[in-house]
């Protein structure tokens, strides 16, 4: 039985699943398809940026990652030294050392902010955008405004027959489409891409039934159906078919290209080993195989960073080592293999935790500084954006706004961050209310 994860606030994946946003974290395949026959997406022909965006649940620490602060006084600084990087004059927390090795490649933004303390808040305010209209705290899994990956895929729909939008192992409580409707959902894969027998849900043959009895199925399957169609009432254009859709579906399902994106096990054990064999590390690799097919926008969720209790001995262990390890492969390949000039990668939370180190060796949530990491689709690498003052209690310099970095990933993404929206009632909405690109993202 996996562990469940649980931040301060007492939420389980269970109770994710309870809600009403758990039919759109789950969709089938067949699913998502019928819902999305009608919305193909507006850009098809629009960038052919990806990005994988690695989101650390629970707010991480930015003094424990990216923004060390060694001449702070200790119930500030903590318990870990500052090592330098591959840039001259860098340094991160001696915790992420394979990070460090790759900053040449990659930009930290220490100078995003915002002011809600709370993990609900927070999530929503960095997954989409747009801070929440009501205070939301414990308990609280809404989305009010698109998330990024379901505006992309509202921008782009299907390409190769794969979704735009794709979520491992779960969708953040914020990463839903809300009113651009559940086709926008992600396509979740769960499970544990380093077992053994780690198969992705509606996509792959059952073990007991062979490709070429599939095959003969799929033809009996075509001759009966040519006796009566049979209509879907679900589906969203009553001219098509659930045999479009089952074309779709078993088109997806024996389709080289799709699959060999799905199967892990044809990286070689070099670079498995590179990323990690682990959870997250595997994850990592998967997301990198699903955008070189053309998966636009790939969630990597990994969550446990809500620590207000013994921060340091958790970080000594694999818990960092793990996303140290995995992330740092990830920019790496992706740089040796050709692919970052058109693949973005982002690190980030809800918020960082507070510069004085509470009775319980943690620390607590923090909006007022925390450290992003962005690699690749042109940012320059070996750049620190921003910075917090002496102590890290605040962003001091070049501050932006969770508004200024969604205009960002939207521009890079090919979108264009002042659209406006419109809710099913008409109401209009703005994609992105007063955010400008981040400058040094863009030179």
Not at 378 to 398: E, H, K, L
Request: hydrophobic content about 35%.
């Amino acid at each position: 039985m996996s562990r469940t994860t649980i931040n301060c606030e007492g939420i389980t994946r269970r109770d994710f699943l309870q809600i009403g946003l758990g039919g759109t974290m789950g969709l089938g395949l067949c699913d998502l398809l019928r819902l999305q026959a009608n919305t193909q997406g507006k850009n098809q022909k629009g960038s052919k940026t990806k990005c994988i965006l690695v989101w650390l649940d629970g707010g991480p620490s930015h003094y424990e990652t990216f923004d060390p602060k060694p001449d702070a006084p200790s119930d500030i600084r903590g318990e870990f030294k500052s090592i330098p990087t591959s840039v001259p004059g860098i340094h991160f927390s001696e915790v992420v050392p394979n990070l460090a090795k790759v900053m040449d490649k990659s930009t930290i933004i220490r100078s995003i902010c915002h002011k809600d303390p709370n993990h609900g808040g927070g999530n929503h305010y960095m997954m989409t955008g747009a801070p929440t209209p009501v205070p939301v705290a414990c308990g609280a899994f809404v989305t009010f405004h698109p998330s990024y990956g379901s505006m992309i895929s509202y921008e782009r729909g299907i390409r190769g027959g794969l979704p735009a939008y794709m979520s491992l192992p779960r969708m953040s409580r914020s990463g839903g489409p809300n009113f651009l409707g559940g086709q926008h959902a992600p396509f979740v894969i769960g499970g544990n891409p380093n077992g053994e027998s780690f198969r992705v849900r509606d996509v792959v043959l059952p073990k007991s039934i062979s490709e070429s009895r599939a095959k003969n199925r799929r033809e009996l399957r075509e001759q009966l159906d040519r006796l009566k169609r049979i209509q879907d009432p679900l589906a969203a254009d009553p001219t098509i078919t659930f045999d479009q859709f089952y074309e779709q579906g078993v088109d997806l399902v024996t389709s080289p290209q799709a699959q060999s994106a799905f199967d892990i096990h044809q990286e070689s054990d070099t670079i498995r080993d590179q990323y990690g064999r682990n959870d997250l590390g595997q994850r990592l690799l998967m997301a990198r195989r699903l955008t070189e097919v053309g998966v636009s926008f790939v969630t990597v969720y990994y969550g446990g960073w809500d620590n207000h209790t013994n921060l340091f001995s958790r970080f000594k262990g694999s818990f960092m080592s793990k996303l140290d390890q995995g992330l740092a492969s990830l920019i790496k390949d992706l740089h040796d293999r050709g692919s970052a000039e058109n693949t973005m990668v982002i690190c980030l939370g809800e918020f960082g935790r507070t510069p004085k180190i509470n009775k319980d060796a943690g620390r607590d949530h923090w909006p007022h500084a925390m450290s992003v990491l962005m690699s690749g689709a042109g940012i320059p690498g070996g750049q620190i954006v921003g910075a917090t003052d002496a102590r890290g209690f605040y962003a001091s310099d070049n501050v932006y706004s969770p508004e200024d970095f969604a205009a960002s990933l939207y521009t890079k993404m090919g979108i264009d961050p002042t659209q406006t929206l419109y809710q099913s009632t008409g109401r209009p909405i703005r994609l992105v209310n007063g955010g400008s690109p981040i400058k040094e993202l863009f030179t």
